[in-house]
């Protein structure tokens, strides 16, 4: 059986990518700016599953997309994810698959595993494992396994006008 959630913390999401410098810190930035404004109390937090950035700020070209759509991603400081996290970690948002393949096997219970999702998952306009990419704002397409041309994608649903689909 499932361990129950401690119900005396808020709900705490944790995005990944590589080095938690672009992806997870902007996922962190703007999750929890879109939680505030529904008025849920959850935490937020972003790491990354290598080593390499620890320490670093956020890359300078993702603090000028932020500020570009209002948003403030100024003070943050990268980290690595540790497995021990988990057990006070409610969903853990993986940027891709390699991410998420990395995350469960850090996992240390079945329980622990099955947080580990991909961001886009939660998307009803993105396939969560299929094949799909960005090729210009806006849009997404398909390479298809015949070699066919990609058929047009909706874009997935966006926080703010203008923000490119990845």
């Known amino acids: 059986m499932p361990e129950a959630r401690q119900v005396d913390r808020p709900f705490h999401v944790t995005v990944v990518c590589t080095g938690n410098i672009c992806r997870s810190p902007m996922g962190e930035v703007i999750l929890r700016d879109l939680f505030r404004e529904a008025g849920l109390d959850v935490t937020v937090d972003s790491a990354g599953t290598t080593r390499r950035e620890v320490g670093s700020p956020m890359d300078r070209r993702a603090v000028a997309e932020l500020r570009r759509r209002g948003y403030e991603g100024k ?27 990395v995350l469960r096997r850090w996992a240390r ?58």
Request: proline residues 12%; aromatic residues 8%; positive net charge.
């Open 75 to 101: 003070g943050h400081v990268a980290r690595q994810f540790e497995p021990g996290w988990f057990p006070d970690t409610d969903l853990v948002l993986a940027a891709d698959a390699g991410h998420a393949s």
């Open 109 to 166: 219970t079945k329980e622990d595993a099955a947080k580990v999702h991909l961001l886009r998952e939660f998307d009803p306009a993105a396939v969560a494992l299929g094949p799909w990419r960005s090729t210009t704002p806006g849009t997404a397409t398909r390479r298809t396994s015949s070699g066919a041309s990609p058929r047009s994608r909706p874009p997935a649903a966006a926080s703010r006008p203008g923000w490119p689909v990845s």
